[in-house]
């Protein structure tokens, strides 16, 4: 079986396309896994994989632990609000204990871009990103992916549009590189006040007329809007948000076609997604979650057993 | 009567034109005889063949925290690291704890200097207590020996502030130094805005963010015909602004350090926290602008800003670690390997700005290698090539992104206050 280039997946800037595709195709065996009665296999038995959660996640944490017990991996949970996080310890420190209780796998969630790099190059356990600040979130955009890959065929060609606040979003980078990599064409829309600077050098193409991005859709990918970024911070109200950018069923409607609408979640309703998209035929929020599953399933798997 | 003479060296002095290769003989700390083939008894005699004197160099902005934060420096370590790297005089920051915002702080420094190699001028507060509301008691501290004001660290944004620290501050013959940065722009940033920064999803500094406050305070230096240094320049808008500013004659000059003629924020992909100072690392282009503002004479003086922090406090999360890396042990080398044998400047322009040009602005004398002056010197082995390894550096601190950088040119040895200071 074929391996991968990377030891750690601290995001998709610079993963061979060999390796994306290697884990999209390893996550079809793992879906199919998941149809079965009894959902788990012994692939990790023996391996420790710890959650270090440093910043308040529920639904990626509660997928990682589904991933990893369905894989038989020992699973120790570890969250900062109860830790020694709080009396001033290191993330270093922290990292460094964690492991010296002979930790394999370290799955990682930080407020802080970069914090995976910082520990994959003191640490000796293998690190999978679970999103780190405004830097990377790749098994969000694997999964995105390989929703994609299921609804259209390839992703070779693929228009995709990333809808919401660029300059702060994990999903949008990692989609980004991932997607490029992958062959699609990718574009984004919000304002301009939600695109971090450059942007345009990284080969994607900006809009800021929701309706041009969606003419120029396959699918949508409608990032959540942070609502504690409401108070004056890069736009002026959530309704304003919504009425200039939210993807609402009159949108599509005037489209005239099919888009395939995807979000990251927790969804806000009425802000940048109406729920008849939400809810209705074109949206594949659900079979996302389902397929988050599968990808970190097929990432622990391939990261877990690389040889040394 | 000690008396020390250092045989065969070319001399180079920007002030009096000299560059000559001679010998040189101290006695009692001064300079007693120049010329060719000098004999002396008794004299500590020092073959500098291939090697260069040339006049005590000056870093007008370091950080010896002290008082407050000895963990990371103190004047002793900091002076010990100036030695090494060449320096026979510095100027530290008051962003101490307490801060240089009173003569008695002042006095204290110069207390603690007393009988060192090196000598430590203090530069004070803008401020009381480096808030930026009301200006510290600047003739009290200028009495005491301040040879500047900053309140370093930290911009001085309000403009009635800032307008009554240039005008009271134009009584005296040193300027006000600002940190130019725009406070709201900067939040929470902890690298350039760029097209890295985007990639790596780290909270950007725009260079809007000093380019805007270095206009503006142009203006104000302008309309109260006062003094103002810019300290750590990096970007191309500063260096244009400062570039009309002294074309309209205004008192206005500038420094630039090491770090940021030398690497770019391409740097900052190693996520590694030596490479995070406060102005960040700037782009390609701005790198060439700050060679070029030093070749025009747009920017007076190199400067390291030398901030060192202990490795605990560096060690961690790139957005949580503290501004600032150390510069005073790579300073000559990278002038030499980035300025000189680049021929962006020539030797006498290179030790014009870590010399003349800083001494003159801080208000210190001027030094010629001259008969009959006291003897301030540095000794530079402009051919040496070698590589940093920050576990040989004499500072209490570690943190500096040049760490492995092979080199060319490094003080070998620095002569002031009547005592040699050979490096290892």
Redesign the interface.
Known sequence: MASLHIDHLLGL?NVPKEDITLILDSTDTFLEILDRPIKKVPTLQGKTVVNLFFENSTRTRISFELAERRLSADVVNFAAGSSSVKKGE???DTARNIEAMKVDIVVMR?S????G??LSKRCTSRFINAG?????HPTQALLDMCTLRQKHGSLDGLNVCIIGDIAHS?VA?SNIYGLLTMGADVAVCGPPSMM????E??GVRIFHNVDEALQFSDAVNVLRIQLERDAGADFPTLREYNQTFGITRDRLDRLGREVTVLHPGPINRGVEIESEVADGPYSVILPQVTNGVAIRMAVLYLIGTKAE | MASFLFKNARMVDPVTGLDTEQDLLIVDGTIDKLGPSLSASDSEEIDLKGKTIVPGLCDMHVHFREPGFEHKEDIRSGAASAAAGGFTAVACMPNTDPPIDNASVVAYIYEKAKGLPVDVYPIAAITKERKGEAIAPMVELRKAGAVGFSDDGSPVHNTKVLRIALEYASMFDVPVIQHAEDPHLFTGGSMN???V????????I?RLSEDAVVARDIMFTEYVNGRYHLAHMSTIGAANAVRAAKEKGLHVTAEVAPHHFALTDEAVR??DSNVKMNPPLRTADDVRAMKEALRDGVADVIATDHAPHAG?EK??????APFGIIGLETAVGLSVTELLLEQWLTLPQLIEKLSTNPRRIIGLPELRIEEGQRANLTLLDLAAEWTVDVHRFKSKSRNSPFHGRALTGRAIGIFNNGQLVLAD
Do not use: C, N
């Not at chain 2, 060690?315 to 949580?320: A, K, L, S």
């Open positions: 800037q290191t993330l270093l930080h802080a871009a970069g914090a790099h910082f780190d600040g405004a830097h990377e994990r980078r971090p600077y450059d942007l050098k990284l | 805005e760029s097209i920064s985007t990639e790596l999803g780290l909270p950007p725009p190693s996520y605990f060690e961690v999360e790139f957005v949580y």
